[in-house]
């Protein structure tokens, strides 16, 4: 499945930022569970939030929830994460990802496919 995604940007700190990621493959994005993870400069690639294929269910990063809410439209094959309250610690390039499995993505928080990064930065 190729994965793109976009809409980052240049925020202040406490503005929002809304990312979208499309979904592009022979069948819908309603057979993957869909997640974003966060790479800040310097540091690891980490998880910030996911859903199962209904978007029943949905999982966080201790240090996102509250403020990013993750959403998909399967009509639509896309998924989005809607940021809230942006710190200058949001700062990093958010690559969208997808996993068959909903327990994989969003309990051991890994994934079978990724998309590129979009990059957010947010000023204080």
């Known amino acids: 499945v190729q994965l793109q995604a976009s809409g980052g940007g240049l925020v202040q700190a406490g503005g929002s930022l809304r990312l979208s990621c499309a979904a592009a493959?022979?069948?819908?994005?309603?057979?993957?569970?869909m997640g974003w993870f966060r790479q800040a400069p310097g540091k690891e690639r980490d998880f910030v939030a996911a859903t199962n294929m209904s978007g029943g269910s949905t999982y966080y990063a201790d240090s996102v929830r509250g403020r990013f809410t993750i959403s998909r439209d399967n009509g639509k094959n896309t998924v989005y994460l809607q940021m809230n309250i942006l710190k200058p610690e949001d700062t990093a390039v958010y690559y969208c990802a997808a996993a068959e499995s909903s327990y994989t993505l969003g309990y051991e928080h890994r994934a079978d496919y990724w998309g590129q990064g979009t990059l957010v930065t947010v000023s204080s």
């Open positions: 493959s022979g069948r819908t994005n309603s057979v993957y569970a």
